[in-house]
Structure formats: C-alpha cells, structure tokens
C-alpha cells in the first residue's frame, strides 16, 4: 500500500507544496519512496483547472531489500474538481465459431498498460449454442488511473459450476 503525505512549507521565497509517496505494509511504515516539490502557486493554477496529470517525483535513497524504485516514479493526480473517472460500456454482440455449449464473455480492465492487476471486470449473461447473440452491455467504471488497457474474454461454464477460458484478445486494446 502506498500513502500519499502532503505537507505545505514555508520558506524564504514563499509557500510549498511537498508531497511525499512512503509504502506502508500491514500497518507499518516502511519509509519514504519518492518526493515532489510544488509551488502553492503552481498547486493553485492546477485548482482553478483541474485535470489528471503525470508528475514525475524524485526517489529517495531506500533500502532496497524492502522494496524496489524504478526512477522515474511518476505520481498521477489532480488538485481540485470533481474525481476523476475512467467508464466504458463495452457492447458484446456475438461470439462465432463456438462450440454447442455455454459462454459468456468478461471483459477486465487492466493497469500498467495490461501488464498489471486487472482494476475491474464486468460480465455478460450466459449464452449457449455455436454462434450466441449475447445483446449485453457491460460497463466498466474506475478511477482514471491512466496507462490501463482492456482485455476481453470468452468463457465456458458448466452448469454454473466450472469456468474454462475458451479464448480472448490477442492482445489488449489501450485506453483512448
């Protein structure tokens, strides 16, 4: 888990914004990953519009047995406005060239440009037969993480008991 510390400083040439990622484990702190150094001018410019953005932070020097930091960390955030969400609805009309039994299709959402967790998934309701019109629409609501991707897959189940990938995407779709 990562926690975000955003602290305002006071200097001579006036106020700063740092914010500090630290990796926390079980309740414990295991210290301070990366920081970021922002003027409370630049901080106020982003509240007037606010939009996701990439900032790229500076590693700290951390024990490397703990944990691993690849420079550059990059911190994606907004100051301001309203939370920022990522919603698809993905239309699934058909699978062809099934065989004569049950499918259904889950499409996953995915971070890390799909190299990553899969954020959220959604489902389509069983169909059965070799060509099934499944007529669903699956939405997939997350926060805008950006660098995510979609993957999609076609699912036997047996009776509602086993699940079997049949087949998916040969490779994930980027987010737009």
Request: glycine content about 6%.
């Amino acid at each position: 888990m990562v926690c975000i510390d955003w602290r305002l400083l006071i200097f001579r040439k006036g106020l700063y914004v740092h914010i500090i990622l630290s990796d926390t484990r079980f309740g414990v702190g295991l210290g301070p990953l990366a920081e970021l150094l922002l003027t409370l001018g630049e901080v106020l410019d982003m509240l007037r519009t606010p939009t996701v953005r990439r900032f790229q932070m500076q590693p700290f020097a951390v024990d490397q047995s703990k944990v691993v930091v690849r420079p550059p960390v990059i911190l994606v955030a907004q100051f301001g406005g309203l939370r920022p969400s990522f919603q698809r609805w993905i239309h699934v009309i058909r699978a062809e060239s099934l065989p004569e039994e049950a499918f259904f299709v889950e499409v996953e959402l995915l971070a890390n440009e799909g190299h990553g967790c899969v954020l959220v998934a959604g489902r389509s309701d069983i169909q059965s037969g070799p060509d099934p019109i499944f007529h669903n629409s699956i939405c997939l609501d997350w926060d805008d993480e950006t660098d995510m991707a979609i993957n999609c897959k076609v699912i036997r189940s047996s009776m509602g008991f086993n699940e079997e990938i049949f087949a998916e995407l040969r490779e994930t779709m980027p987010q737009a």
